[in-house]
């Protein structure tokens, strides 16, 4: 492979989408990469929040501008170790807060599989490269669906593993309870591969799991069939879905599941209404609080007076939330919240294999477009934060088109049940 003509093809191409920040013309990269190994071949994008020693990580904001990696995140390591290129850092939403790929301080990503409209956040430059066709996979982060939702959005896969199954070490997080690394590819197959390589045990990151090295063997445990598999669809999904054609074609996908020998049963998730403000919650006093190193002090500059209006709401209110007087009235009982959630996907999931639903409640609206209530982007990760709160491995496959726009197929399954959610999700693509 020539990584230096894939740059350059990809600096040309990429005017149209703005899927990139920083391309590594200088090979900064290849430093300590193996030519042979599991991603022998593989070009791989990078989000802009995990450190690639050498690369900005600027987190798409003027805040990190100028920081430089000083070292490679753990699931850097690993692909290098593995024999991937990478190619560079991607764009995304500044500092991960948003659901569209427009609040980058570089400017806004295209949708390559829908030009004009939003990719969908905040990996959408990870998730823009890949359907665009400039790599062959893409490392995101996903905090309450930010590589299913952009994923959907775009017509890929994406995955979020189980919390703790990749290293958060080197990850500029979001929320440090929920932010999980994860990979977006084309297909099942190459999805699986990247994870295998990302996965393990790692003693610099306390929240890493320890597990036996069977399970982490992702993409040679793969498995495709779905006769007796047990597939649950919540009654809730139909009633939150705004679009009627995306509700067309998540039932297609069912019934897709269904003739490909999967047993469809009906269950309940009685209080997915509250996982908005349940998420949000926890979300802006984790984001607060892991902000407070942005002074300006040791590098770049100070948060509040060079972020962007999405990111000063959410140190705002954690700020506000986590203030002593409000946090039992806010903080405390969302923390209750998120036990309720938890408890109602653990049900769900004792008597069926993997849940199936939809990802997103509407399509992807037009760049651009005048949305002055947040609430109105916060809509788009109603089915996608539970697995979050719940810690559960979750992954999209393009199920189809609505309006001439892809929508995906959310599947989420139980906590360490990663395997199964990938094989029904290549079952699925390979109905």
Known sequence: MDSLADISRIEEDDRKVNSFIVLDKQRVSETGCRREGLLKGLSIAVKSNICVKGLIASCASKTLENYVSPYDATAVERIKNAGASIMGMTNMDEFACGS?????????????????????????????????????????TDTGGSIRNPASHCGIVGYKPTYGVVSRYGLIDLAMSLDQIGPLARDVKTCALLLEAISGHDHRDATSLDLDKDFYRFSKNLNAGLKDVKVGYAREFDELISDAG??????????????????????????????????????????????????????????????????????????????????????????????????????????VDVLAGPTVPK?????????????????YDIFTVIANLAGIPAGVVPAGKADGIPTGLQVMGDVLCDQKVLNVMAGFENC
Request: with cysteine; hydrophobic share 35%.
């Open 246 to 351: 995306i509700k067309k074609a998540i039932h297609s996908a069912m019934d897709k599941l269904s003739s490909g020998g999967a047993e469809i049963i009906d269950v309940s998730l009685p209080n997915l209404g509250i996982a908005i403000p349940t998420y949000y919650l926890n979300v802006y006093v984790e984001f607060f609080s892991g902000t407070r190193k942005y002074d300006g002090r040791r590098y770049g500059h100070r948060i509040e007076e060079t972020c962007g209006t999405e990111v000063l709401r959410r140190i705002l209110l954690g700020s506000y939330i986590s203030q002593k007087e409000y946090s039992g009235r806010f903080y405390k009982k969302a923390l209750q919240a998120r036990s309720v959630l938890r408890k109602d996907l653990s049900n769900a999931l004792k008597v």
């Open 100 to 140: 569209s790929g427009e609040t980058s301080y570089y400017g806004p990503t295209q949708n390559p599989s829908a030009m004009g409209h939003i990719p969908g956040g905040s990996s959408s430059g990870s998730a823009a490269a890949v359907a665009a066709g400039f790599v062959d996979c893409a490392l995101g």
């Open 363 to 379: 399509l992807p609206h037009k760049l651009g477009a005048t949305i002055d209530d947040p609430r109105v982007m916060y809509a």
